[in-house]
């Protein structure tokens, strides 16, 4: 493992630029703090839906202009195990609210300050060599079910992406128009 | 005008768009999708791999993660774990030059509810983070991997995802504060 440690030097400058970009937006942004985050799943700060979304309007609208363009190489779809997808996702759903980051934001938030951020790192760490560990049986088990390979809706739909593209880009400027107008008129709470 | 690298907080909008940007030049020049918690598995067998080597090369899911295609493994520290140690990094330049860097162990939510008690908010954040890696690793990525990334590429496994991880974290954010009003955290 150590004898190739390193991949190299090109990539790892490409990753470092990406991740410095990534790191700075996310900590402007405000999804760095544990406040932001807990209160965007209780409904008292829409943030991190706001920032998210955003994020994937923008990102969809230029990767799937690009691809018909000819001008990149393909999709990274992951694949739709959707057992482990849904059951994953809910698990993470409950760590990502007691820990109050994301390992992403949790990585940024130990940045700016958050040693509490730095403990859920620690954490993490031991969480992937629990699932690990645990994996042999999922993979047995939890993998194979509902598992239809690296999907996507319009590829199941067998209809152009701007289908699905369009009406996520208007529903997500009405979603922000309607917050704003909510969030500028109603009283904040105390 | 300020100059906006002073400013303690971006518009959401403006950061969400930045970061759709910002996949179109990984698709673009290098061929990735941004993501964050592979490098978790990497970081960890690496770490194991120091006192238990062989437990790892011979472990299924380290095997899938890391190993390369003709046997032993592709390198441990790659695109997407220098992406992750310069988060911190892009994290405190914005925070420093933005005036809101600050060593923090209790959030101030946190106290709110559960006391300024460090040792109960770092076991908290402890098991918090081995339960949202676990399943970030069962679902196949994170926030920024299936969230964003998934998100944009409208893969069917990233929205199943994204669906689960806000009905469980609504769940478990109503358990940990109830309801009622909490406290405003938009302007900071």
């Known amino acids: ?190 | 005008m300020t100059n906006p690298i002073r400013l303690p907080r971006w518009s959401p909008y403006v950061v969400g768009a930045g970061i759709g940007v910002l996949s179109w030049v990984t698709f673009y020049f290098m061929n990735k999708a941004l993501g964050t918690s592979t490098s978790f598995v990497g970081a960890s067998g690496a770490l194991l791999c120091t006192v238990a080597c062989e437990h790892v090369e011979q472990n299924a899911y380290f095997a899938k993660t890391l190993g390369a295609k003709g046997g032993g493994f592709k390198p441990v520290f790659d695109w997407q774990m220098a992406l992750v140690f310069t988060m911190a990094l892009g994290a405190f330049i914005s925070a420093w030059f933005g005036r809101t860097f600050k060593v923090e162990r209790v959030p101030t939510l946190w106290q709110s509810r559960f006391g300024p008690s460090v040792a109960k908010r770092y076991a908290a954040a402890f098991v918090g983070g081995v339960i949202l890696i676990f399943g970030a690793r069962m679902a196949d990525g994170c926030t920024s991997g299936h969230g964003i990334s998934g998100g944009l590429q409208l893969a069917v496994s990233s929205w199943t995802f994204f669906v689960a991880m806000f009905a469980t974290g609504i769940l478990t954010a109503l358990v940990l504060y109830g309801r009622g009003p909490k406290e405003v955290t938009r302007v900071q």
């Not at chain 1, 980051?101 to 700016?112: D, F, I, K």
């Not at chain 1, 088990?141 to 996507?152: D, F, S």
């Not at chain 1, 208007?170 to 922000?176: C, E, Q, R, S």
Request: proline share 5%.
């Open chain 1, 1 to 190: 493992m150590f004898s190739n440690f390193f991949a190299d030097p090109k990539t790892l400058a490409l990753g470092a630029v990406t991740g410095l970009v990534f790191g700075f937006l996310l900590q402007k942004g405000g999804v760095t703090r544990y406040n932001v985050i807990v209160n965007q799943f209780l409904f008292c700060d829409f943030t991190v839906l706001k920032t998210m979304l955003t994020a994937i309007v923008v990102g969809a609208i230029g990767v799937y202009a690009m691809l018909a363009l000819g001008m990149i190489e393909g999709l990274h779809v992951k694949t739709a195990a959707l057992m482990m997808n849904a059951l994953g996702g809910a698990i993470f759903g409950v760590g990502m609210v007691l820990l109050g980051y994301c390992p992403g934001t949790a990585v940024a938030a130990a940045g700016q300050g958050s040693r509490d951020a730095l403990v859920g790192i620690a954490g993490g760490l031991v969480g992937a060599v629990a699932y690990a560990e645990a994996y042999p049986w999922i993979g047995k088990h939890i993998e194979p079910i509902a598992n239809y390979g690296k999907i996507t809706f319009p590829g199941v739909a067998h209809v152009t992406p701007w289908v699905f593209i369009v009406p996520l880009a208007v529903g997500a400027a009405a979603l922000f128009f309607w917050l704003e107008r909510r969030e500028h008129t109603a009283p904040r709470p105390a």
